[in-house]
């Protein structure tokens, strides 16, 4: 299992406030929160957008709290588990609730979350998630092994969209959130042209060692089951890829093309064709990975079991996994209110919905109220979710990351992923390098930390 | 786990006794009304101006 974690960019308005920009929102929800953080101002990180030097904090669990452009974002610690993932996700939406809330008694304007990825009106924002791979590990087995991956995983991932095309110009409902946004195979770009396969490198650790894989296709998830997933069947498949196991080839004919059409295909029936000629369809290349995973034998039993028992409920159809992933559970929702109400795709009420859907705040978000009533299951439970916000993971440098901050705050001069600069008892300064993600001691870590501190 | 696995032989029983899932149909419908108020109670009056007013700036 590689080293991940995952950043998610939400989506931020003020209703009854329309001259607040969106940028001083987002500061606003970053310097606000009031839990175990470093005060935004003390911290020196080297972005390149000032707004993000001054709206940036490391919290007492080793996540990342600031503004990117014009949205908060929540950078998880580092985990080594698609469970953990799951947990400090999940407490990232906790964190970024509660700073909104904060946020909004000290503008005295609501201020609403949401963890979405389009406003269907030609932005997008994102989701991603980063693992940790050898630098050994040749590219273009990264390419080619996963690019059918992530086309094909979209009914499981997907979060479910009222419109079609970028700016939501035709009427309909697709399964992603995210699909339209990608006009590229490869590319390092994240907010243009945005490539299937992103090539930014960026490893914040030992480059020579490590490459970090920044996976930006995937939707945000408010479903556990897809949150799970999404990061356990990643993780395995990359991990699969990385040791070198020989997969069926299932390069595909056109993966921008069928990543638009399985995004369509409610169903999740239509054959895409593949280069070699054959066709099958999105839950048949996903079969293939799963079982490929299987016979290679290094993946989470829980993933591996949650993987193939959502394939078999989608070969059903969208209401027999209605109870557990998002886009079947807003479109069996809205063809409810369909029939009752008589609705067009088009309209105003289905589009709310998609939006509300995605609300952090309980009152007003319709996936919560979806789970209130008992029409979606989840897989953590909120005494889980508070243990991810107070404790950094303990076996990942965010130990000595989120430890530092939490309980010896005032000594925390800077911070980075991979370096943490500490003020010493006499004054001075001392950066301690936190250069491998996943030390085989975080705690001696920490213990070496603390006698800079206080010898 | 166990939940998960409890679930699963539920389907399997769902998915071989497909007379049964019909005649739950109509109360399937009835509990779709109340959710739909449970729905209603949670969703902004101006659904035209909820949409409208939703403008984001392009991230990553």
Redesign the interface.
């Known amino acids: 299992m590689p080293v991940l974690g995952v950043e998610t ?1 939400y ?3 003020a ?1 009854a406030a ?1 001259e607040l920009s ?2 001083l929102l987002s500061a606003a929800v970053v310097t606000s929160y009031d839990g175990a953080a470093t005060v935004a101002s003390d911290l020196d990180w080297s972005d390149h957008f000032p707004l993000e030097d001054l709206h940036n904090r490391v919290l007492g669990n080793g996540a990342r709290l600031y503004v ?4 908060p974002e929540y950078a998880t610690p580092e985990v080594t588990s698609a469970r953990a993932g799951l947990l400090h996700d999940l407490a990232g939406d906790e964190v970024m609730r509660r700073a909104g809330q904060a946020a909004s008694e000290a503008l005295g304007t609501t201020i609403r979350l949401y963890k979405n990825n ?9 989701y ?1 998630e980063n693992y940790l791979l050898r630098r050994s590990t040749p590219w273009q087995r990264i390419v080619d092994g996963f690019t059918p991956f992530v086309v094909s995983r979209l009914p499981l991932i997907g979060a479910g969209r009222v419109g079609l095309g970028q700016h939501g110009e035709e009427a309909g409902f697709q399964i992603s959130q995210r699909a339209d946004f990608f006009e590229a195979l490869v590319g390092i770009e ?2 243009i042209r945005r490539p299937l396969i992103n090539s930014r490198d960026e490893p914040h650790s030992t480059p020579s060692r490590w490459r970090r894989l920044h996976v ?1 296709t995937g939707d945000a998830n408010r479903s556990h089951t897809s949150t799970l997933l999404r990061i356990g069947s990643a993780a395995a498949v990359l991990a699969m890829l990385e040791d070198g196991t020989r997969l069926p080839s299932l390069a595909l004919a056109d993966p921008l093309r069928a990543l638009r059409t399985v995004s369509r295909d409610l169903t999740c029936q239509t054959p895409i064709p593949l280069a070699d000629g054959r066709q099958l369809t999105a839950l048949q290349l996903q079969g293939e990975y799963l079982d490929a995973v299987v016979a290679w034998g290094g993946a989470d039993p ?1 993933v591996v ?2 993987w193939h ?1 959502t394939l078999q ?1 989608l070969a ?1 159809g969208p209401e ?1 996994v209605a109870d557990r992933l998002d886009w079947a559970a807003k479109w069996q ?1 809205m063809q ?2 369909r029939r ?1 109400s008589g609705l067009e795709w088009s ?3 289905l ?3 998609d ?2 859907y995605a609300d952090l705040d309980p ?4 996936y ?3 789970v ?2 008992g ?1 979606l ?1 989840t897989l953590a439970t909120p005494a889980e979710v508070e243990l991810a916000i107070a404790e950094p993971p303990a076996d990942t440098r965010a130990f000595v990351r989120g430890r530092l901050v939490r309980d010896h705050g005032a000594s925390v001069l800077a911070v980075t992923w991979d370096a943490i600069t500490l003020r010493t008892a006499a004054g001075g300064r001392v950066v301690l390098a936190q250069s491998e993600p996943a030390p085989a001691n975080p705690s001696a870590g920490l213990d070496a930390a603390l006698k800079v501190i206080s010898p | 786990m166990t939940e998960r696995v409890q679930r699963r032989k539920a389907a399997q029983q769902d998915q071989s006794t497909p007379i049964e899932t019909q005649t739950a149909q109509p109360r399937t419908s009835v509990d779709y009304d109340a959710l739909l108020d449970q729905i209603d109670a949670v969703l902004e009056s101006d659904a035209e101006e909820y949409v409208r007013s939703f403008v984001q700036k392009g991230g990553q």
């Open positions: 960019e989506g931020i308005t209703l329309p969106s940028a990117d452009h014009a949205h389009t406003d269907g009106k030609g932005a997008s924002y994102g991603h994240t907010t930006i829980a079991e949650l028992e409920a059903q027999e929702l409810q209110y009752r309209a105003a009420r589009a709310q919905i939006l509300q009152h007003t978000s319709v919560d109220a979806l209130g009533a029409r299951r």
